[in-house]
């Protein structure tokens, strides 16, 4: 696990209130500067097409016993709908900007958070320059606010032409999911509102994943906000809506004191486990090792089970261990994630995925860093029903 970067508690704040800022300014700021985007005629450009980023994904499924079993993953070979995801805030650049060319940062990301989804739908990952963990954690950062604009567009401009590429290259028709996760989810948001909302191809739209992020609506509306027309997804085998949550620890939420609220307007939260509300159990798969999309920023991980036994495979499943629940209190809205007290149970329950700096967990962040990995069983259980509906319009 490599060692985290040097930040003191004081610079732990900064840290905190810089990433706030990122995302606030990507999903609220137009892009104003006018900049070039990558060429995705070039297949350099992209991190996984279609057949591509083949990781082994085989997964320990761990029973209450202790004992693990094996589930080995194979890509579906004619995958009927389409998956366009677009990765966090991952690029170890030391620049504001990522430099062009596809980096092992990328590829860690698809294997943690989209490659599983091959099993569902083809996956296409373009890279883009997005605004880089450097300039997240102080290293990079902009020089004015002038220079964050050019960057946020130079990131839109690349995602934007990434997707023009794919439907007019790619697509033919098909339906499909994006997805993205933090920035990545900030992209997805620029995607649906310039490119798809209001216009004919949103008939197209499973859904959006949009894990690590925030959409916003009026009070006691689920629309009218961040989307006109497209809604939470509330019931199984419901296409066209946007699937969103931030997940923390059941008893570790944000401090009341730290929570951003916007006037006016309310996040949605979305359970993947529960789509229509309330407690629903988990389907994770969790890297064996602990890592996660930033290892910097990751904990080691604890023994899965209290009489440690070996592991052979890169993703652990712990079916019936963890659940989920959407709330709304004092301390925001959030997937509040537990678990299950279960007598004889002999997994620990212990799981890395904190945002940790000078060994603490910022206490903003959660469970940011594996908020794909805890849900992703039931994500693709979403993904497969919204398949079956969308194609049962035929």
């Known amino acids: 696990m490599a060692a985290g970067p040097a930040i003191t508690m004081c610079e732990a704040v900064r840290t905190a209130a810089l990433i706030i800022g990122l995302a606030l300014a990507l999903g609220a700021n137009p892009a104003r500067a006018e900049v070039q985007p990558l060429d995705y005629s070039d297949t350099a450009n992209w991190v996984c097409l279609p057949g591509g980023c083949q990781d082994n994904l085989t997964a320990a499924v761990v029973e209450a016993s202790g004992a693990p079993g094996l589930e080995p993953f194979a890509p579906a070979s004619a995958p009927p709908i389409d998956c366009f995801y677009l990765y966090p805030t991952v690029s170890e ?10 980096t092992k940062a990328e590829r860690r990301a698809v294997r943690q958070q989209a490659a599983r989804f091959a099993s569902v739908c083809r996956l296409y990952v373009p890279f883009y320059r997005q605004i880089t963990t450097s300039a997240m954690l102080g290293g990079a950062k902009p020089s004015s606010p002038e220079e964050f604009r050019t960057a946020d567009a130079r990131a839109k401009a690349d995602v934007l032409a990434a997707w023009d590429h794919y439907m007019a ?64 997804c509330r019931r199984e085998a419901q296409t066209g809506c946007v699937i969103v949550f931030n997940a923390m620890r059941a008893d570790r939420p ?39 999309i930033i290892p910097a920023l990751s904990a080691p991980q ?36 537990g678990t299950s007290d279960a007598s ?25 860093l594996i908020d794909m990995n805890l849900t992703m069983g039931n994500l693709l259980d979403v993904v497969a029903r919204q398949s079956a509906a969308y194609r049962s319009r035929d």
């Open 169 to 232: 290259e790619e697509n033919q028709g098909r339906g499909f999911v994006l997805m993205g996760h933090s920035q990545g989810a900030a992209m997805v948001t620029a995607i649906l509102q310039q490119r798809i909302e209001g216009r004919p191809v949103q008939d197209q739209l499973l859904s959006a994943i949009m894990p690590g992020w925030f959409v916003l609506a009026p009070p006691g509306e689920e629309v009218g906000g961040t989307f006109k027309s497209i809604p939470p």
């Open 93 to 102: 650049s030391g620049t504001l900007s990522a430099q062009a060319g596809v």
């Open 344 to 368: 004889g149970d002999q997994r620990t329950g212990e799981m890395t995925g904190d945002w940790m700096i000078e060994g603490s967990p910022e206490p903003t962040m959660g469970l940011h």
């Open 254 to 292: 944000i401090p009341a004191d730290k929570v951003i609220r916007v006037e006016g307007e309310e996040a949605i939260c979305t359970n993947p486990a529960a789509l229509a509300g309330g407690r629903g159990v988990l389907r994770p798969y969790l890297s064996t090792d602990g890592e996660t």
């Open 302 to 337: 604890p023994p899965w089970t209290k009489t440690p036994v070996e592991i052979a495979a890169p993703f652990v499943s712990l079916p019936g261990l963890y659940w989920a629940e959407c709330r709304s209190d004092d301390h925001g809205v959030y997937l509040a994630v």
